[in-house]
Nanobody
Framework: QVQLVESGGGSVQAGGSLRLSCAASGYTTTNRCMAWFRQAPGKEREGVAF???????TYADSVKGRFTISKDNAKNTLYLQMNSLKPEDTAMYYC?????????????WGQGTQVTVSS
């Protein structure tokens, strides 16, 4: 059974930093495609950062240059380093994983971790 468990969320002032973690069990992160999504109240879920295999990453324009997605395959853990946080980054953040990279949809989702940025 695959489980993705996020942690690291919290409350921070604008300009601050947080690092989110997503610990995977029943799933090997090596060479897999994973991502971070977020959803703010009243808004649709949006993809924030994506990692393809073990090297390539892409980011939403809204976070480019501020957020960094990475994996530690030895720990089977996905990370999202968030710097220069803005109030508009406030949302529930979810990690997601695909069974195979060519699948169009993400197959596994975590429960989410709340990030709140105050001005």
């Amino acid at each position: 059974q695959v489980q993705l468990v996020e942690s690291g969320g919290g409350s921070v002032q604008a300009g601050g930093s947080l690092r989110l973690s997503c610990a995977a069990s029943g799933y090997t992160t090596t060479n897999r495609c994973m991502a971070w999504f977020r959803q703010a109240p009243g808004k649709e879920r949006e993809g924030v950062a994506f990692i393809f295999g073990d090297r390539s990453q892409t980011y939403a324009d809204s976070v480019k240059g501020r957020f960094t997605i990475s994996k530690d395959n030895a720990k089977n853990t996905l990370y999202l380093q968030m710097n220069s946080l803005k109030p508009e980054d406030t949302a529930m953040y979810y990690c997601a994983a695909k069974i195979l990279c060519y699948y169009s949809q993400y197959n596994y989702w975590g429960q989410g971790t709340q990030v709140t940025v105050s001005s």
